[in-house]
């Protein structure tokens, strides 16, 4: 049952292919095809109808335990899937080129496979090309699987990012200080002071001096390293410099103004990576793309919430003067792709001249470090 609930079904008899991924959290239906397709999805009740407008074929295979069953439309060119009330929602999102198509339907409660091993990653399907931040075998395994990294069980690693660097300022205060150098110093801060805690806890920085490192560099350094945390600290900054306070993002759709205001900053750095291409941000910014990170980083989604609530909540307590942003959700490429809980931390306003002067201070700059370590340590005695 549970080989013949994790297997993929691989259909080609018409002109789009489709592939069926059951995970553990839902089951992704993925349709290619050398032609354009359309977007046309309908859904009544716990009935979807996808007309992608050419034909296709569905299976007649084993049904995955979400679906109840599917049927072929009568003139073949589209498809109903009948899911089981065990499904909560739906989404989807198709390739620019209109030749990819996505399906995620989304479990409201996850099962758990505890038996079952990682067996490594598979095949990468072709329209995740090599050089964007998403192509990573790991990423696809955990997509395909639904299985967390194999490496979580144990504590042992996190990786401090300090954000920006190098050739890439981040913002710049009125007094011209930048962001980078503000990050780097409290990001050295909080590795030296969990050395001190926690000598048994690996800290690896993605960055200890004043250099360019991509968002995607960042990412895979902590996969690589099998980290178990991974925390960004940033600065933030806005067109009003009366903006002010402190906020932590979790990987999700931004869901306020702000939310994406900060998005948006924050991911305009990758126009510093060597090679830019705008068709690759093109990319990175489709709904295809964010789905499918969204999908692997579902896995982590709780935790990443978790300790994100942890940090605001001991900032809160060491600042208890300054303005509690709250947690919210935003799309930041730099945690697309990590494979563990991770978030980024908007420490204060540099575009704030009050609050720029908060962080040229060393006392504002450890006791920032200093929340961040009490949350990780919090973090760690809860997992």
Partial sequence: MIDALLALVVLAAGDAATRVIPRFDGVIFEIVSDEPMSDSVSVLGYRVNVRPGIGISVPDSFLPYWVYG???????????????????????????????MLLFFRAAEPLVFPELSWKGPPEEPDYLEHGFILADSAMMAVLESG???????DF??????????????????????????RTLEIALLVRDILNIRRPDLEVVMTRTTDRYMSLGERTRLANSRKADLFISIHCNAATSSSAHGFETFFLSRAR???????EMLENSVIEYDDGYDPQMAG???????????????????????ALAVEIQKSLETNFPDNVSRGVKQAGFYVLRGALMPSVL???????????????????????????????????????
Wanted: proline fraction near 5%; aromatic fraction near 10%; charge should be negative.
């Fill in 156 to 181: 042992d690693c996190l990786v401090i990012d300090p954000g920006h660097g190098g050739r890439d300022p981040g913002a710049i205060g009125f007094a011209g200080s930048y962001e980078k150098d």
């Fill in 147 to 153: 299985r967390e990294s194999p490496w979580l069980d």
């Fill in 256 to 262: 306020t103004d702000d939310g994406r205001a900060v």
């Fill in 283 to 305: 990319y990175l910014d489709s709904p295809l793309a964010f789905l499918l990170a969204d999908m692997a980083q579902s896995i982590y989604l709780e935790r990443s919430s």
């Fill in 345 to 383: 931390v908007e420490l204060a306003f540099i575009s704030n001249p009050d609050e720029e002067r908060l962080l040229q201070s060393l006392d504002f700059r450890l006791a920032s470090a200093e929340a961040i370590v009490d949350a990780v340590l919090s973090f760690m005695e809860h997992q």
């Fill in 70 to 100: 599917w049927e072929l439309d009568p003139d073949s060119c589209g498809f109903t899937i009948e899911v089981t009330d065990a499904v909560d929602s739906l989404e989807y999102a198709i390739s620019s080129d209109g030749r990819t």
